[in-house]
């Protein structure tokens, strides 16, 4: 057996008992990298010298993972994809890297995203698009793209990802595999390259629940170098027991019925289809699954003050992006010239757009309509959701509308502005809410998702619920086809 499909437990215990050997696990997934990187495109940069030599003395120890190319990593290209970092070399690691690394993880390569982290397509990235591993004309999502293609494809066991409105949950829910953003600030966000720091999030992309609740324990805690960091005392691993009868999960009416839909379309209707039945799975566990109601506005008003929000946060935090600090240097007669010229030449034009709007919401005279009223917004959202959790272990709601989009011209903002169901995952960012994706079967013989959002720091419930809930199903471990044959 392939070491594709296997769990990081099991490659422990194989690397503990020498039944395998960690360097050639390595090799073998560095080959595997490169053989199907122009299938793919997983990758900005694969470390082909990638080895180990420390004992077998972690859960993580020996086996190799990637790491999305917006965390720093010492010495190693990091470019967050955008070609205004392509040369940029980091001299620090990221807390979370610098965590892998202490448990003996051994990163084989950096991921493609979409630039600096913002879109949900996986085409914006500087070095190409990312392809489906299920469907090669088919977008992965984004923007953690090249992290969830790379473990569909069973390269390795395990991504690091990030994730701002849901770029690791989308791409996971498109790609057939589990996406975890933990509590905001469980992990640090030092050396994560800042989309909108009230959003961000560093989690992982896993093939099992399990194995997400593994990593995060190794990349956890508070950390001096980021305020806004946490601890949280529990072990996620060990916290899995399964015993879940008697939790509280609801749903949205107005997310998960089909009648509120105009002209619902044939994936639509099988995804609210399947969505049902893994509810009646969740009640044959014991789990009192119940339908709530919140207010369609309110809903509709999440994508608006997502963007209102991350395009400010994104337009101040990416300021320092004049090619004078980082980045290869423009050319002009002023300073000013110099950083226009850097800066026009180097961002895509998504990234403009959201400048653009960044910029606007956050003018003197549009703060109050527009920033202030996203904030307001913001606010009410999170609190009607912490209501819901006063009663409720979590919100249980559908990933997406259907399974990965076919790739087409226009897909560099695949985000229907009016679409609740693409958009609600944000709620997860705005609250720091623990939120993870799981497997939910197929729509036209693609994967689609499902998602359990839990309140703050109730992470280990949030896990055990969708551990239980995963082993109702049959996609624990799974890679995509196209990589079976
Ligand atoms: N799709 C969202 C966006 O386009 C999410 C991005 C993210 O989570 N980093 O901004």
């Known amino acids: ?117 913002m879109g949900s397509t996986g085409t914006t990235a500087h070095t190409g698009i990312v392809y489906n591993p299920w469907d090669r004309k088919r977008m992965c999502g984004g923007s953690s793209s090249g992290s969830a293609a790379a473990v569909a494809a069973g390269i390795v066991p395990y991504a690091l990802g990030s994730d701002t409105g849901d770029s690791i949950r989308k791409p996971a829910a498109y790609c057939g595999i589990v996406g975890y953003k933990p509590t905001y600030g469980l992990v640090s966000r030092f050396g994560l390259f800042a989309f909108a720091s009230s959003l961000d999030h560093v989690g992982v992309l896993t093939r099992n629940v399990k194995d997400a609740a593994i990593v995060i324990d190794n990349i956890k805690g508070q950390d001096e170098k980021d305020m806004t960091s946490i601890n949280l005392d529990q072990s996620l691993y060990q916290a899995l027991d399964k015993k879940v009868a008697g939790k509280k999960l609801c749903y949205i009416k107005e997310i998960c019925n089909i009648d509120e839909y105009e002209n619902p379309s044939k994936e639509l209707k099988e995804s609210l289809t399947l969505f049902q039945k893994t509810l009646d799975k969740a009640k044959a566990l014991g789990i009192k699954v119940e339908e709530v109601s919140i207010d369609k506005t309110l809903l509709s008003a999440i994508f608006p003050s997502y963007l209102c929000i991350s395009c400010a946060e994104a337009t101040s935090n990416d300021s320092n992006l004049t090619g004078i600090l980082f980045g290869p240097r423009g050319t002009g007669k002023s300073v000013n010239q110099i950083m226009k010229d850097h800066r026009t030449k180097g961002f895509s034009p998504l990234i403009k757009r959201r400048f653009v709007i960044g910029s606007y919401v956050l003018q003197q005279e549009n703060q109050e309509k527009y920033f202030k009223n996203a904030q307001r917004i913001r606010r009410l959202i999170v609190n009607k959701v912490n209501s819901l959790f006063e009663k409720y272990d979590g919100l249980i709601l559908p990933c997406s509308a259907g399974p990965a989009p076919l790739l087409n011209q226009d897909n560099e903002e695949q985000i229907s502005t009016n679409d609740i169901l693409e958009n609600h995952m944000a709620i997860g960012n705005f609250g720091g809410f623990p939120s993870i994706t799981i497997p939910n079967g197929f729509v036209n013989d693609l994967p689609i998702g499902i998602n359990i959002t839990g309140k703050v720091l109730d992470d280990a419930n949030v896990l055990n619920i969708a551990y239980a809930i995963e082993s109702t199903m049959n996609y624990k471990n799974q890679i995509a086809k196209e990589n079976t044959k």
Request: aromatic residues 6%; proline residues 3%.
């Open 1 to 117: 057996m392939s070491y594709k499909t296997k769990s990081i437990e099991t490659l422990h215990e194989e690397l503990k008992s020498g039944q395998i050997k960690a360097n050639e696990l390595i090799q073998e997934a560095i080959s595997e990298a490169k053989k199907y990187q122009k299938d793919y495109n997983f990758f900005v940069t694969i470390d082909e010298n990638a080895t180990y030599e420390g004992p077998i003395d972690n859960m993580l120890a020996g086996i190799p993972c990637a790491i999305k190319d917006n965390l720093s990593t010492k010495g190693m290209l990091s470019t967050a994809s955008s070609n205004t970092l392509k040369d940029y070399i980091p001299i620090f690691d990221a807390t979370a890297v610098e965590k892998l690394k202490e448990a003996g993880a051994v990163n084989i390569g950096k991921t493609v995203m979409d630039e600096l982290g």
